[in-house]
C-alpha cells in the first residue's frame, strides 16, 4: 500500500473532527436536522482551512444511507465512496482547469439527469472564482432553479472575484483562519498516534508558520518526521523552515521597546546571517505586540489565547514598562512595514529602517501632545507674573517658578575644558574656527554626537557606528566600518548630512561639510565607542529628565487664533518635515 501523507491520512470525516471552523459546521448540522437544505453554498476562506473538507463531509450527510443526517456511518459504503472520491453521484470538479464555458455547458446537460444511487447529485467545484465571466453567466439560471435533486457547493479562496450575481444565489460561509493553540492541540494529537516525540516549543513554532492553515501545519510535521525521525525538537522547525525562536522574538521586542537601537540591529544581523525569514519575522513581531497590546487592555485575554508559558511570562514582564499608545504607535510602523516588504529590493536594508523607526516610536510623542506643550509655553510666556523670561534647558522660556531642572552636566574627559568653538588658539582673524589637530579629532566627535543626540537620537545612535576619519579643507569625513554597511546607508542622506554640517557650524565650524566613507575603524575603536555610548546615555537621560519636569510645568492651555497657530514656527516646521498639511482646527 502506498504512503499517505499527514493531511490526508487524518482529514476529518465527521462535522465534529473539524477543527476552529465550528460556525460553519453548527449551521450545517442544524439545516440538516431541520430539513432547511438550499440549493448552493459558497465556502471561503484561507487556504487550508477545511473549505473542501466541510463541502464532502456535508454531501456524505446528504447522501449517506438513511440520509440526509448528521450521524452517518463512516463505514457506510457510500460515504467511503465520497471520501475516496469514486462517487458517481458527488462530482468534484477543479474550477482552474475546467474554467471555460464549454465545461459549464457540458455541466448544464448532465445536471438533468437522475442520481444513480444516491438522493442528490451533488457537484463540488474547488477554486469556483477562477471561472470566466462566461462561464459563470451560462451557470446562473441552472444556479438559480436547478432540479430537486441537484446541490452545488463552492469553493474559493478569493470570494471577491466571484460575480455578485453567483454570490445572490448561494448560501456565504467564512471560514476562518486555525487559532495556533488549536493547531498544536491537533499536531500533539497526531504526533501521539504516529509515534513521534515532540516538544511544545517545536509545536508551536510549527503553528506559528503555518498561519492558521492547518494543512500547511500537517505537511510540515510529515516534512519534520522524515528530517528528524522520531524526536523532533524546536531548533530541527527553525532551522528547515526559517523561522525565529520566541525567545529571540522577545530579546528584539526588548530592545524596541527600550529604544535600544544598537541591540535591534546587532540583534536582526545575527537572525539575518542565519538565513531567516525577514517578512516572517517581521509578521512575528507584528503578532508578539498585538498580544502584548492585548494583555494591557484585558488581562483575561491572555489567558484565554493559550501561548506557551515563557511567551505569557514575557508579556506580562514587558507590559509593565510601557504604555498603550507606544504599542499603537509601534505596531503602526510595523504593520506599514509589513504590507511594503514584497515591494523593496533590499529588504534587510528596509527591515532594519522598519525596526529602528519602531524603536524610536516607542518614545515619539503625539500631535495632540506636542500642541498641549505649545498651549503651556504660550501660557507661560504671556503670563503677567512674568516680566523678564529667562531661558531654560532647551532653548524655551519661562518665568523662574515654572522653569524647567537644568538638564545634568555630561561627564567629559580633560580635553573638553577648552572646546573648538571657544578656543581662540584654533581661530584665524576671528573668523571661523581652523580644523582641529588629529588629537582634537576624537572629542569634536564626541561633541558633534552630543549636540546631534539633543535634536534626533535616532541619528545619534546610528553614527555610534561611525568614526572620524580626518576633517581637511573643509570636509569631516565620516567612517564606516565595510562590515557596517548597512548602517551607512542609514546616515548617508541629505537631511542627517545638513544636520551634522549645521552643528559643526554651532561648535565654531561654520560651511564645513559632511562626507560619508567605508573605511576601516582603528584598531583600538571598541574603547572609543563604549565612551561615545555612556556620553550619549547620558545626554539621552537628561533629554528624558527634562521631558518630565516640563510636563507637569507650565499654566492650562490657552487659546489662540488660527491664523496664529498656522503661523507658528514649530508648527510650520512639523508641516515641512511631515509633509502635512492643517486640514481643520479645533479649539
Known sequence: MSYLVIARKYRPQRFADVVGQEHVTRTLENAIKQNRLAHAYLFCGPRGTGKTTIARIFAKCLNCTNGPRVDFDVNDPRCIEIAEGRSLDVLEIDGASNRGIDEIRELRETVKYAPATSRFKIYIIDEVHMLTKEAFNALLKTLEEPPPHVKFMFATTEPEKVLPTIMSRCQRFDLRRIPVNLIVKRLRHIATLEGVQIDDAALYAIARGADGAMRDAESALDQLISFCGGSIHEEDVLAMFGLTAQSQLVELADAILSGDAQTVLVRLDTLAAHGKDLGRLLADLLNHFRNLLVFKISPAALE???????????????ASGVDEDALRRIMEVLTDAEARYRDVVSKKIFVEIALLKAAEARNAVSVDSLLKTLGQLRAAAHSPQDKSPEPVAGGQTGNKSTAAKPVAPVAKSKTTEHTPAGDKSLRSGGGAAAPPPPERLLELWAQLLEAVGRVNPF????????????????????????????????????????????????????????????????????????????????????????????????????????????????IMKALEIFKGQIMELQQ
Open 459 to 570: 541619528v545619534s545612535t546610528c553614527l555610534l557606528e561611525a568614526h572620524p576619519v580626518e576633517f581637511a579643507n573643509g570636509v569631516f569625513t565620516i567612517g564606516f566600518d565595510p562590515a557596517k554597511e548597512g548602517n551607512m546607508h542609514l546616515a548617508d542622506n541629505g537631511r542627517d548630512k545638513s544636520l551634522l554640517e549645521t552643528k559643526l557650524g554651532e561648535l565654531g565650524y561654520p560651511g564645513a561639510k559632511v562626507k560619508i566613507i567605508l573605511s576601516p575603524a582603528p584598531a583600538d575603536w571598541a574603547t572609543h565607542k563604549a565612551q561615545l555610548g555612556q556620553r550619549l546615555a547620558a545626554v539621552h537621560q537628561a533629554q528624558q529628565e527634562q521631558k518630565a519636569v516640563q510636563a507637569g510645568a507650565g499654566a492650562g492651555p490657552m487659546k489662540i487664533s488660527p491664523a496664529e497657530f498656522k503661523s507658528d514656527p514649530l
Open 304 to 318: 484565554l489565547a493559550e501561548l506557551p508559558e515563557p511567551e505569557a511570562n514575557a508579556i506580562r514582564r514587558q
